[in-house]
C-alpha cells in the first residue's frame, strides 16, 4: 500500500469512528507521526493533502521540518515527544503544539520563551495515567493542581491533555480517564489514541488523534 492509500484508509476510520460517536469529524485532527522517516518519505503524504504532523524529537524535527514547511505552506508541526527544558527556545520557535508539558521547571522555560517569541503554541499536559515509572507525565491525582499552578504560577494557556496509555492494557479506561480530568478542568482538547486505537479515543472524546505506522509503516 502507497502512504497516500494508507492515509485515506486512516481518514475513512477515523470518519467511520466519529458517525459512530455522532462526532462532527472537522472536531478530529489527524495528527500523522513522522518520526524517524526522512522528508522524501514525508512529501507523498502532504502531497495528499496531509497538513498536520507530529514528531517526538526536537533535534530530529530540526533538521528536516524547516525545509519541508518552506515548500508547502500552511503546514503545522506538534511535538508529541519528551521536552528538555534546555530545548525549549528551539520547541516553541519550531512547533504549532507541544504536547508534553509535566513539570514545573517546563512550564517555567516555556512561558519565558512563549513571552520572549511572541509565539502561541497549543499547549497540552501529559497526563501518566497508568502511573507507570518510566513514562513521562503527570500522574492523575496530581492533575489538578499542576493545571492550576500553570495558570496561576506560570500564565501558560492550557488548552488539553494528552495521554498515553500502557501498552498492554486496554486504552479505553485511560482514555476516560484523561477525557474526565480534562471536562473537570474546563479543557477542550483531548491528544489520545494511536494507530491501534484511535477509533476507540475518538469514541472516548479524543480531538487530536497521533497516528504514525498506519500511515508511513513500520519504524
Ligand atoms: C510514535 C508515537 C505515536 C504514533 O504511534 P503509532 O503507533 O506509530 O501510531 C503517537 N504518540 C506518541 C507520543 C508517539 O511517540
Redesign the pocket.
Known amino acids: 500500500m502507497t502512504v497516500a492509500a494508507a492515509l485515506d484508509t486512516v481518514r475513512i476510520a477515523i470518519a467511520r469512528a466519529c458517525k459512530d460517536a455522532g462526532r462532527d469529524p472537522s472536531e478530529v485532527t489527524l495528527v500523522a507521526?513522522s518520526?524517524t522517516f526522512e522528508a522524501d518519505a514525508i512529501e507523498p503524504v502532504v502531497a495528499a493533502g496531509q497538513r498536520v504532523f507530529?514528531e517526538?524529537r526536537v533535534q530530529e524535527a530540526k533538521g528536516k521540518w524547516p525545509a519541508l514547511m518552506a515548500a508547502h505552506a500552511g503546514t503545522q508541526l506538534h511535538l508529541?515527544?519528551p521536552l528538555q527544558s534546555n530545548k525549549t527556545k528551539e520547541a516553541v520557535a519550531l512547533f504549532d503544539a507541544i504536547?508534553s508539558i509535566d513539570r514545573d521547571s517546563l512550564c517555567e522555560a516555556l512561558a519565558k520563551e512563549i513571552a520572549a517569541q511572541k509565539r502561541d503554541p497549543v499547549l497540552f499536559v501529559q497526563i501518566n495515567t497508568g502511573a507507570e515509572p518510566q513514562k513521562a507525565g503527570v500522574l492523575p491525582e496530581a492533575a489538578d493542581a499542576f493545571l492550576k499552578k500553570c495558570a496561576e504560577t506560570y500564565r501558560l494557556k492550557i488548552s488539553g491533555l494528552m495521554c498515553?496509555p500502557p501498552a498492554d492494557e486496554a486504552p479505553g479506561p485511560h482514555f476516560a480517564l484523561t477525557a474526565k480530568i480534562a471536562r473537570r478542568n474546563g479543557l477542550k482538547l483531548l491528544s489520545m489514541g494511536?494507530?491501534?486505537d484511535f477509533a476507540d479515543a475518538i469514541l472516548l472524546g479524543a480531538t487530536h488523534v497521533?497516528?504514525?505506522?498506519?500511515i508511513f509503516g513500520g519504524?
Open positions: 507521526v518520526k507530529g517526538n508529541i515527544g504536547h498515553i494511536m494507530s491501534a497521533r497516528v504514525g505506522s498506519a519504524r
